[in-house]
């Protein structure tokens, strides 16, 4: 009987013939730590993240010549993870050749090093996990004749395994592979007959397979190398650089011995890590991008999240990503290449659409834990109307299928794959090509030779298997777009592409969520105060800034799934972009004194508050604003300046004040307050069971529930701890109400506090509740020493409002989501982001919740739910443990969000002013500072950024539409106008505008940005 399994073990046994002879390495030296001793091949060693090195010579024997020759090189051939296993760069004669990982073992060895002593050196990772590994190290003889039969049989035999049901296919693939292993003499290897047989083999397979009259056109893959690599994770950035380095080594290697590789590699900065460390591997890059061989594309800096980074950062993501590319390569970058990420704002259609980026890639939302999206290849819609061509890379992989389909851009190049690929594909009515980026990623080295010797016998396709082609992924979209023009109906996604998975992303690690919150209106807002006082901001530390902190927006990094070494070196990046912004905006005092200069930063009027070191004794005055202001402590006092011009500075000065006297905090028992705007009222544990807006006489919470509940849920999900949040959360939770402490503590002009401690099992939970005279915002100041492991943290807001739906703030804009469980899709939308705020509203009311620092939220019928911290215990144990500080607020008000002040205030919370102790530059110059540099009437309007331009020339302006109104946006400046350009988001001029000498007015569609380009 020949059946799969007999003929799978002949041509296994051709695979070891193919093997003519070894020569085993068995002595060495191995060195750690500048530690040197004697190693034996085989011996088990290792520590978690060090790093050896291995020592030796060799000599191949002269009579191999005739024969190719291979170094062969493993650990375990049994384990695949590169992350937890060995990575070996291999030089020879001191010269690196190529990396060897689980993957990659065979290194090819011209006939240079024949007859000669060779040097071997092998430089070691030795992974993540704390565990022991041999080193072996073979000399192989390879016969290729044999070593070509085998992957002729192999792919032929691995394509018959998948169609042997169809009974025409199988008795073509069974005789076909019978009659070739039938002329084959295994017993006689090397013999003349066996050779001759070999021979005849290849040809039957040739004429009745590889060039058959059977062949069948089902499509074409188009086959793109590639190595996906996160830029930090399970591992560092520092050893991200060194999986780059290895990876790309092994491409080069492999490049040299398949003229027909073509690779692809994303993210810019890893690129410039290359260069910075690797400069000769640079110019070989180089040289394969010149030649056409090597894609660089990929639209980012990095390959960021597109949840919690902000509409301005994913303008600098892609200005820098495509601007490093142009700079170094001469390439436009076309596509944006995010395969990894974990859900995709709105926004980003008119982003790609005004940065000259026509497609878009992903393969993530093929993870759906409920829904499956019904296309693989549509044009994306968002929320102003622009599209994009979207294409999801499908590759279905044999042998691990956690979901209905394992989709992966880390995708396999074997039969399985291609035809299950295609047979995925949901498009093939309208496109007859599928593309597969293929290779290993993270350290992996991308593509085998496997992949590439199965690739090139698939030119053709087999019977029932598709046809692979090396191509390019951007020739790919030139394709796809070409057949979707011609298409009658094409199939369109309208709004966000929500991420049906890892939903604990909006908040694990939040240390760093908030840090990058703060330090991307920090940045903006030095680049407005340099422009409006017209000084040149130093544009290489700025530069650096926006890079560091564009790269702590990995898709890994910001959303907390990395380790705890990942953070620790966040920390200290944050850090150092605080330092240097704040050094950038002490560079700019030239007097020394007692006077607070503060400037709003934002382009709005608005109240600003700002806190003061003033002691006892001392007040502020100011000569051109109303004042309000109120002690904290006998060294701090809080201040309201009214009415501050948009981009515009006030100047304080100290003046004595005798007659103060320190408010003392005192024990609150009364369980109600009386503030401007409320009647609150508490329950035994001093949690809000009454919130009366007195302006429009209602209650603000339904019958029976508590406002602002603090609810701590059981969180342990089914595979990703620190990833996900499951569905079943909520069958286990836990109120936190047990109080400890009740103060108020401040009862001022500005504000009234009451500060609300309470204790949960080892945690502690101190709210300060902060109830202003000029505002309805309530904030909730909370000051958490969290040690739970695997619980969620949420407060709740149950409100008195009908909706249906509820709005959330996003890049650029909102958008409105179902809020019940009407379909699976609504139902799997128990998780969701938002930007600063999301709001209910009804005909004539509405209430918002605002977060400073918080992104992830659960919004039902009647109630608003912040999720303030996830402790995830895997890959990072301390994850959110200790101390954290954020605020999250309550905005009733009347009308929906678009007639209320809800962004105004999410913007107040967010934009904090600069405030500086020091007289800046002179009284001249100081009193055009108190002007606005540019104002817009407009509640519907935002002016988002001012910065210097990329070229040096003039000064950026980035406006956008937010209430989904078309509308003529009137922009005045302070200083007289002499050009102003239409521009794209990459600066590039469209047209002059029009404008008087210190007025120009913008059209805006809804939801649209718009950037200009100003000379003064």
Known sequence: MFDLENSQKQFYQLNRLAVKDRLVLKKATITEENVQQDYQFGTFFGKKNHYYTIETCFTIPKDWSYDRCELFIYSDLSESDNSTNPQIKVYLNDHFVQAVDTNHHELLLDDAYIGVETSLRLEIFSGREEKQFPIHVECRRIDQAIRDLFYDVQVAWSSWKLVQADPELNLIYKKAIKSALKQVPLFDAYSEEFY????????????????????????????????????????????????????????????????????????????????????????????????????????????????MTSGESLVRQILHGKKFIKDEFNKDSKILWLPDVFGYTAALPQLLKKSGIDYFMTTKLSWNQSNKIPYDSFYWKGIDGSEVLTHFITTVSEGYQPRPYYTTYNGMLDPYTVKGSWERYQQKDLNDEVLIAYGYGDGGG????????????????????????????????????????????????????????????????????????????????????????????????????????????????????????????????????????????????????????????????????????????????????????????????????????????VKMAVAPFEEEQLASTSEFVTKQLETPYYTVTFDEQYQIISLIDKQQRREILPAGKVLNELIAYEDIPMDYDAWDIDPYYKEKAWSVANVSNVELIEKGDVRQTLVITR????????????????????????????????????????????SLKATFDIQFGNVERDIHENTSWDKARFEVYGQKWVDISEGDYGVAVLSNAKYGFNVDYQNIGITLVKSAIDPYDGADQGHQHFIYSLMPHTGDWKQAPVMEEALDLNTPALVLNQVVVDGTHFASMEASFVTCELDNVLIDTIKPAEDGKGYIIRLYEFKNKRTEAALTFARELKTVQLCDLLENPIEDLVHTEHSVTVPLKPYEVQTLKIFF
């Open 196 to 307: 001759l047989g070999i021979k005849a083999a290849k040809e039957i397979l040739r004429q009745e397979l590889y060039e058959s009259e059977q062949l069948k056109h089902l499509g074409t893959v188009v086959g793109v190398g590639h190595t996906h690599i996160d830029l930090a994770w399970l591992w560092t950035v520092q050893q991200a650089i060194e999986k780059g380095e290895r990876s790309y080594t092994t491409v080069m290697k492999l490049m040299d011995e398949y003229p027909d590789y073509t690779f692809f590699q994303s993210q810019p900065q890893m690129y410039q890590f290359i260069k910075n460390n690797y400069p000769e591997l640079y110019e070989l890059i180089k040289e394969k991008i010149a030649e056409g061989r090597w894609e660089i594309d990929g639209g980012m800096w990095v390959e960021a999240d597109c949840n």
């Open 446 to 649: 991308g593509p085998t030779r496997d992949m590439l010797e199965t690739a090139k016998r698939l030119e053709n396709g087999l019977p029932g298997i598709p046809k692979v082609k090396m191509g390019h992924a951007l020739s790919y979209f030139d394709s796809l777009k070409q057949a979707m023009d011609q298409a009658e109906v094409v199939p369109k996604w309208m709004g966000e592409l929500y991420f049906e998975y890892h939903r604990g992303t909006y908040t694990s690690i939040g240390k760093n969520k908030k840090a990058n919150r703060q330090l991307e209106t920090l940045l903006q807002s030095v680049e407005k105060y340099y422009a409006h006082l017209g000084e040149a901001l130093p544009k290489e530390t700025m530069t650096e800034l926006w890079q560091l902190l564009l790269l702590n927006q990995f898709h890994d990094i910001l959303p907390g799934s990395s380790i705890k070494e990942v953070y620790d070196q966040t920390d200290l990046d944050y850090e150092m972009i605080q330092n240097q912004a704040e050094s950038l905006l002490s560079q700019t005092i030239t007097t020394k004194g007692s006077d607070y200069f503060v400037f709003n930063p934002l382009a709005k009027k608005r109240d600003l508050k700002v806190k003061l070191p003033l002691p006892l004794g001392q007040r502020p005055v100011s000569e051109t604003h109303q004042l309000k202001w109120q002690r904290i402590d006998e060294n701090q006092v809080l201040v309201e300046i009214k009415e501050v011009a948009s981009l515009a500075a």
């Open 759 to 802: 204790q949960f099992k080892q945690s502690t939970i101190t709210q300060a509740i902060h109830f202003y005279h000029d505002s309805a915002r309530i904030d909730f100041e909370t000051d958490l020493d969290w040690h739970q492991k695997q619980m969620l943290l949420k407060a709740q807001f149950p409100v008195e409002v009908n």
